[in-house]
């Protein structure tokens, strides 16, 4: 939907690496190996929807993603990750000010899961410290996003109406050669 990303939403994909680390290195059994390779299913599947979607249905889809993050984080802690694209996600959702409401009931999110699950300080901590910055940052370029929008808006319209008014300049031009052509030969 988003022609202008091009490639990238493919690119940011690189960070589910983090996410294969503790299977990888703690040389988990087939039903772990199972549930990681299930989870990247469902989440490459509402991560790709994230970026045709906008309003509320994207954050239900948000949802989802903290969903997997919350109910994975605790027997593998690069499920960090998950938190951290749907904090970039909530960023799209509407306004500022519903994307940074979003972002802190993500991070309180975080912090309760941390407080019951009684994560590890680093893993806790990745999550907290990286969905607060990238939540923050695409924030911020959402709204430049959408203040480039209205600029661009307002560009068209003047340009519009410098159109319109040049028309009617000629048109005046022309009604006023025109009748002075009109009322020389009626003089003569």
């Given at each position: 939907?988003?022609?202008?990303?091009?490639?990238?939403p493919?690119?940011?994909?690189?960070y589910l690496?983090?996410?294969?680390?503790?299977?990888?290195?703690?040389?988990?059994?087939?039903?772990?190996?199972a549930?990681?390779?299930?989870?990247?299913?469902?989440?490459?599947?509402?991560?790709?929807?994230?970026?045709?979607?906008?309003?509320?249905?994207?954050?239900?889809?948000?949802?989802?993603?903290?969903?997997?993050?919350?109910?994975?984080?605790?027997?593998?802690?690069?499920?960090?990750?998950f938190?951290i694209?749907?904090?970039a996600?909530?960023?799209?959702?509407?306004?500022?000010?519903?994307?940074?409401?979003?972002?802190?009931?993500?991070l309180?999110?975080?912090?309760?899961?941390?407080?019951?699950?009684?994560?590890?300080?680093?893993?806790?901590?990745?999550?907290?410290v990286?969905?607060?910055?990238?939540?923050?940052?695409?924030?911020?370029?959402?709204?430049?996003?959408?203040?480039?929008?209205?600029?661009?808006?307002?560009?068209?319209?003047?340009?519009?109406?410098?159109?319109?008014a040049?028309?009617?300049?000629?048109?005046?031009?022309?009604h006023?050669?025109?009748g002075?052509?009109?009322?020389?030969?009626?003089?003569?």
């Open positions: 939907k988003n022609h202008f990303l091009g490639w990238t493919y690119a940011w994909l690189v690496c983090f996410f294969f680390m503790h299977p990888v290195l703690d040389h988990v059994g087939p039903r772990e190996w549930v990681t390779i299930g989870a990247t299913v469902v989440f490459v599947a509402l991560y790709l929807r994230g970026y045709w979607l906008c309003g509320w249905p994207l954050v239900l889809n948000t949802l989802g993603i903290v969903l997997l993050g919350v109910l994975l984080t605790p027997s593998n802690p690069g499920a960090v990750a938190f694209y749907a904090s996600f909530l960023a799209f959702v509407g306004e500022t000010a519903t994307g940074l409401k979003l972002l802190c009931a993500l309180g999110i975080i912090c309760l899961q941390s407080w019951f699950a009684h994560l590890a300080t680093g893993t806790w901590l990745t999550a907290l990286f969905s607060a910055l990238v939540g923050g940052v695409n924030i911020h370029f959402a709204q430049a996003k959408r203040q480039a929008e209205k600029l661009k808006m307002a560009h068209e319209e003047i340009e519009h109406l410098a159109k319109v040049e028309r009617e300049r000629i048109a005046r031009d022309l006023d050669v025109l002075h052509t009109l009322s020389v030969i009626v003089l003569k």
